[in-house]
T-cell receptor
Framework: EPEVTQTPSHQVTQMGQEVILRCVPISNHLYFYWYRQILGQKVEFLVSFYNNEISEKSEIFDDQFSVERPDGSNFTLKIRSTKLEDSAMYFC?????????????FGPGTRLLVL | QQQVKQSPQSLIVQKGGIPIINCAYE??????FPWYQQFPGKGPALLIAIRPDVSEKKEGRFTISFNKSAKQFSLHIMDSQPGDSATYFC???????????FGSGTRLQVQP
């Protein structure tokens, strides 16, 4: 069964450093998402991306965040200058275009620790 | 307005029991209500979903009950098994949008 993959599984960085989290969505999906889950808390929506542009973003997704589809398979989340409070599990998800009801399939996540 | 309130925070049942997890919302524009199951170290996986024009949906041992007037929905797990031990999240989606708003999660433990 096709699945969303994410790399790395864990990343440790120093406060102020830039990090790039990578995702390979399911191949025939065209809608992509990033969510985050701070330890012990609920999953929170960050951004959705379609047709090479952001379609929705939350208030969490401020200027320090950016997303990109650099090629036909990868989808990335960049955090420009990490803060301690960016420590979380970051999940990538993808869905088919057909309907806004389409199931979002989540990857296994990247655990980011900012020191 | 965008919140989804989930309870209980944790739940312990014996094998064969029927755990019930409840969620409530305020936003009447929500048009899709999925439940996700998450095992430790894994991403959330869709379990079952319902739209507000249906009062109940059953898939295998999992049932969603939906009360539109009360703005509440719940997940029932029939004949629960130790393998069902996981964290369960309810979620909701606003009309015309794709962002999912998640509840706070329920950690379920099914004892053998």
């Amino acid at each position: 069964e096709p699945e969303v993959t994410q790399t790395p599984s864990h990343q440790v960085t120093q406060m102020g450093q830039e990090v790039i989290l990578r995702c390979v969505p399911i191949s025939n999906h065209l809608y992509f998402y990033w969510y985050r889950q701070i330890l012990g808390q609920k999953v929170e929506f960050l951004v959705s991306f379609y047709n090479n542009e952001i379609s929705e973003k939350s208030e969490i997704f401020d200027d320090q965040f950016s997303v990109e589809r650099p090629d036909g398979s990868n989808f990335t989340l960049k955090i420009r200058s990490t803060k301690l409070e960016d420590s979380a599990m970051y999940f990538c998800a993808s869905s088919e275009v057909v309907s806004s009801i389409g199931t979002q399939y989540f990857g296994p996540g990247t655990r980011l620790l900012v020191l | 307005q965008q919140q989804v309130k989930q309870s209980p925070q944790s739940l312990i049942v014996q094998k064969g029991g029927i755990p019930i997890i409840n969620c409530a919302y305020e936003n009447t524009a929500f048009d899709y209500f999925p439940w996700y199951q998450q095992f430790p170290g894994k991403g959330p996986a869709l379990l079952i979903a319902i739209r507000p024009d249906v009062s109940e949906k059953k898939e295998g041992r999992f049932t969603i009950s939906f009360n539109k007037s009360a703005k509440q929905f719940s997940l029932h797990i029939m004949d629960s098994q130790p393998g069902d031990s996981a964290t369960y999240f309810c979620a909701a989606k606003d009309t015309g949008r794709r962002a999912l708003t998640f509840g706070s999660g329920t950690r379920l433990q099914v004892q053998p």
